[in-house]
């Protein structure tokens, strides 16, 4: 299928991005790397009237050092720069991780990191990432700008906070603590497909080697990523044993998570796939906690 | 201003201007207006990959861009591997050599992964190869004689004018 007739704006300054969107408000949409919008433009399945091109502008891509010792990446940064990026290696091993697993090379050269975190697809792993690892939004609009939590970010179904006259210009990870370890676990029918079930898991350890810190995350586990606190939490001031693993994945995908049935898997297989892939991703999340670098 | 637009671009180093309708998809601007109908179309959603082109180099979906983005850009399609039908690209030749291809639909978009690929990783493992093409469907072959193509092209390229 093809487009509907659509107006095209190719502002080459984000506060020309910024205004045209004030002035378009609902019947314009921002065009990222299209790696999502094109499609829907494709199915006809999204008609806006005029689309606002941040490609042209060229200071929306960056990887850097944030000022709190952490990431800061440009929403425009196109997701395989960030996947072979030497500090993303560095600082971010969870993102680095888990970029391999986002659709194909040839989708990742052009798609963004804003725009995977925009679209909020529950199924997407940008977003569990973000929810994870506790990333920062900076949103700016023709009036003003706010930082937001990634938590806070994904409200339902592909809808997140973002308004109608808002763009997204900058993600920032923070700092991870010495001995924390990261997994990025998932299972997809094919590589580069969206997965069936996914999972993040982060763990730091005290000085006796105890648990201080833990996280899990999910992707196609509800309607947006989904974290697991509660299981997280049973594994605080724990040795992380293969028992404790054991009850916390039982825990996260018997009690916390709502995965859907789709064509390709029921509720009962997604949720066993899930704990299978929990204990997977804590196991190396704890072994690479271990290390001396930050895993 | 849905009217057209002036697009202005390079492809297989050849320069083209043309006026075009904002929505008009990059793979059917090559295959409709400059008539470079190299470039299959299976899907235009991203999945297949038959429309895969080079954008400045690097590989992409041609069916998820619009033309108006090219703009001032540099494109590769399959027609630029070889000007002279008689002496086929090494990687062309590879696929001859070894029966990468049935039908033939994949087979533009599989040689544009493929050529900043084999650039990139001279001497690919065979999971790198399929890791390289998990985002090209082809419905013909089963993909055996495809990668033995890709290890022979690794071969050609390594040593040229074999
Ligand atoms: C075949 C295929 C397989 C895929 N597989 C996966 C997968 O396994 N996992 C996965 O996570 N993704 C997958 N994707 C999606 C891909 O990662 C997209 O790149 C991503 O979802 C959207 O990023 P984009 O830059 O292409 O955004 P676009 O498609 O341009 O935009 C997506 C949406 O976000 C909005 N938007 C974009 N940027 C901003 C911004 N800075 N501020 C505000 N709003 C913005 C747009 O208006 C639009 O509504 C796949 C895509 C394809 C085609
Ligand atoms: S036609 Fe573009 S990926 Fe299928
Ligand atoms: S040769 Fe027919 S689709 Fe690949």
């Not at chain 2, 041609?62 to 002279?84: I, N, R």
């Amino acid at each position: 299928m093809k487009p509907a007739p659509v107006s095209y704006e190719a502002p080459d300054s984000l506060d020309a991005a910024l205004a045209a969107l004030q002035e378009h408000g609902f019947d314009a949409k921002i065009l990222a790397g299209g790696q999502s919008l094109v499609p829907l433009l494709n199915f006809r399945l999204a008609q806006p009237g005029v689309l606002i091109d941040l490609n042209p502008i060229s200071d929306l891509a960056w990887v850097r050092e944030s000022a709190a010792g952490g990431l800061s990446i440009g929403a425009m940064t196109r997701q395989r720069k960030v996947e072979t990026h030497p500090l993303v290696a560095e600082r971010a091993p969870l993102l680095h991780e888990a970029l391999p697993q986002v659709a194909h090379p040839q989708i990742r050269n052009r798609g963004t990191v804003g725009g995977s975190l925009a679209h909020a697809d529950p199924a997407a792993e940008l977003p569990v990432v973000a929810v994870t690892l506790g990333a920062r939004f900076r949103l700016q609009s023709a009036t003003g700008e706010r930082w937001i939590d990634a938590r806070d970010f994904y409200v339902s179904l592909m809808t997140t906070e973002l308004q109608p006259d808002e763009i997204l210009v900058e993600i920032e990870l923070p700092l991870l603590p010495p001995r924390t370890g990261c997994a990025f676990v998932e299972l997809a029918r094919r590589h580069g497909d969206y997965a069936t079930s996914g999972v993040a898991a982060v763990v730091t350890l005290d000085d006796a080697g105890q648990c201080s810190q833990a996280r899990l995350v999910y992707l196609s586990a509800g309607d947006t990523p989904m974290a697991a606190d509660r299981a997280a939490s049973q594994l605080v001031g724990g040795d992380l044993s293969a028992e404790s693993i054991r009850a916390a994945a039982e825990h996260a995908t018997t009690e916390e998570i709502e995965p859907t049935a789709d064509i390709h898997a029921s509720v009962a297989y997604k949720r066993h796939l899930a704990r299978v892939l929990t204990e997977r991703a804590l196991a190396s999340a704890k072994a690479r906690a271990g290390g001396s670098a930050g895993g | 201003m849905t009217e057209r637009q002036r697009v202005t671009l390079e492809v297989n180093g050849r320069s083209y201007e043309r006026e075009v309708e904002p929505r008009l998809l990059l793979s059917d601007f090559l295959r409709h207006e400059l008539d470079l109908t190299g470039t299959h179309v299976g899907c235009e959603h991203g999945v297949c990959g038959a429309c895969t082109v080079l954008f400045d180099g690097e590989p992409i979906r041609a069916c998820l861009m619009l033309a108006v983005q090219a703009e001032g850009h540099q494109l590769e399609t399959v027609e630029g591997l070889t000007d002279d039908p008689e002496k086929l690209h090494p990687l062309q030749q590879a696929f001859w050599d070894a029966h990468g291809l049935q039908c033939g639909f994949c087979t533009a978009g599989i040689l544009m992964t493929l050529l900043p690929f084999l650039k990139e990783n001279p001497e690919p493992t065979e999971e790198e190869i399929r890791l390289a093409l998990s985002g090209n469907l082809c419905r013909c072959t089963g993909y055996q004689h495809i990668v033995a193509a890709v290890k022979l092209a690794a071969d050609y390229l390594r040593e040229p004018a074999a």
